[in-house]
């Protein structure tokens, strides 16, 4: 086999949900570092790679290249896994992991934390109306009712979408602090995930790398 690259930067939510995924398969890879504000990824390099010029992106052994981190870890668990069970092959277990993974790249990726993000970063906004906050603890309601009264988000087992919604909601909670008695399912997950391996140097860092951007512009939530 060849070599796998992932490209990413350590704050980036779904580049942290693949590094999650390619330590669970125990497969190596390179970690490219993409330089954002330096625009290396709307380089003639990169967007020949990958037009829609985001993180992560992961060059396979044999050089395809294939973006969007939801795509990256089911492809990775098709391709490299042992077993199905990060991402079953049972249709019905397979819908709920995909459900999962929409939700996480709809409400909480692109609702809460870019439409947050974005106005700061690129517009140089510094106050966040309420509502977007709203938005999140809104999202943190139908994940405690998601996990319900079994351990990880899909039932008894870790999947792909337990790495792709940790890697938002430990930035989130930057945002939108979870009150334990209020979250107290959510609350207990977060605490399982970060017992996994390597989790901090895989997702705890970066996710505070992010909390850190957010408090660094923001003065008010008006
Ligand atoms: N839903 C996508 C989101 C990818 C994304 O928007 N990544 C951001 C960093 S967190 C990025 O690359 N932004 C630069 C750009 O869009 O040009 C995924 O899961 O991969």
Same mark, same amino acid.
């Given at each position: ?21 390619? %330590? ?7 970690? &490219? ?15 020949? &790679? ?10 396979? $052994? ?21 077993? %199905? ?7 019905? &277990?397979?819908?709920?992991? $995909? ?79 979870? $009150? ?43």
């Amino acid at each position: 086999m060849g070599k796998l690259v992932l490209y990413g930067v350590e704050a980036s939510p779904p580049v942290r949900a693949c590094k999650l995924t390619l %330590d669970a398969l125990g497969l190596q890879y390179e970690y &490219k570092l993409v330089n954002l504000l330096g625009g290396e990824h709307k380089s003639k390099e990169y967007t020949l &790679k990958n037009p829609q010029h985001t993180v992560p992106m992961l060059e396979d $052994d044999d050089g395809k290249c294939i973006w969007e981190s939801h795509a990256i870890c089911a492809y990775l668990v098709r391709r490299y896994a042992k077993d %199905d069970a990060l991402y079953p092959k049972d249709y019905f &277990k397979r819908a709920l992991v $995909d459900q999962r993974l929409h939700f996480e790249s709809g409400v909480l990726f692109q609702g809460c934390i870019r439409n947050i993000a974005a106005p700061l970063f690129y517009k140089n906004e510094t106050e966040v109306p309420r509502f977007k906050i709203d938005a999140i603890y809104e999202a943190y309601d139908f994940l405690e009712v998601f996990i319900g009264s079994q351990p990880y988000l899909c039932g008894s087992g870790i999947t792909i979408a337990d790495f792709s919604i940790v890697s938002s909601v430990t930035s989130l909670v930057g945002l939108a602090p979870i $009150d334990p008695k209020r979250y107290p399912k959510l609350n207990g997950w977060l605490d399982r995930m970060a017992k996994l391996p390597n989790y901090q140097s895989l997702n705890g860092n970066g996710a505070q790398m992010l909390i850190d951007m957010f408090s660094s512009k923001i003065t008010k939530i008006v």
